[in-house]
């Protein structure tokens, strides 16, 4: 069974903080790494992807792979009230995505 | 990002009757995808839509209950047939653009009674 697991949360952290959301999977030919957010009731909005070791820095979001240690996370940084949201993680193999289960993320004024 | 629409955005539906979703994307997109969401989960895989072909559909999903078009690139239909309550959730369409990435449409949120 191929797998995507989250820590459900809630992720509390104060306004201006580092958030740090992860995410482990277990199918190695996984190939690449997206994070979504999503706001009750909206659809799920691509906020990046990775699919090389390392980090990748879009402005307040830096997403890190460790393919070795099967592992995904996510950086923001200055988090704002508006980022409070759920946090998909989701592998992909052919295009198909898996998704984890979320991480809530509550930023607090 | 690509540009997906989604209709009906929503419907209630009574049990036993059949909804069909249907879901325009933009011509970059090369792969679409159908989802599901159930109250307080994540998203599920339904089927890949291959155009002009059957869909190639998840484990626990069968085409008798969600059968599946796409009769060009651009266009595809998740009809949800024989309806029961346990159908209840948001049905959500994805395109793959090649090297950008896989958006979502809007969603069609459905509740059967």
């Known amino acids: 069974q191929k797998e995507v697991e989250q820590n459900s949360g809630p992720l509390s952290v104060p306004e201006g903080a580092i958030a740090s959301l992860n995410c482990t999977y277990s199918d190695r030919g996984s190939q690449s790494f997206f994070w979504y957010r999503q706001y009750s009731g909206k659809s799920p909005e691509l906020i990046m992807f990775?699919?090389?070791?390392g980090d990748k820095e879009d402005g307040r979001f830096t997403a890190q792979l460790n393919k070795a240690s099967q592992y995904v996370s996510l950086l923001i940084r200055d988090s704002q009230p508006s980022d409070s949201a759920t946090y998909l993680c989701a592998s992909s193999n052919t295009g198909k995505l898996i998704f984890g289960q979320g991480t809530t993320l509550q930023v607090k004024p | 990002s690509a540009v997906i629409s989604q209709k009906p955005s929503r419907d209630i539906c009574q049990r036993g009757t059949s909804l069909t979703i249907q879901c325009q994307v933009d011509?970059?997109?090369?792969?679409m995808f159908w989802y599901r969401q159930q109250p307080g989960q994540s998203l599920t895989l339904i089927a890949t839509a291959n155009q002009g072909s059957e869909a190639t559909y998840e484990s626990g999903f069968v085409i008798d209950k969600f059968p599946i078009s796409r009769p060009n690139l651009t266009f595809s239909t998740l009809t949800v047939s024989n309806m029961s309550p346990e159908d209840s959730s948001i049905y959500l369409c994805?395109?793959?653009?090649?090297?950008?990435?896989?958006?979502f449409g809007p969603g069609t949120r459905l509740l059967v009674l």
């Open positions: 011509s970059q997109v090369t792969m």
């Open positions: 990775i699919y090389s070791n």
């Open positions: 994805s395109g793959l653009r090649d090297s950008i990435g896989q958006y």
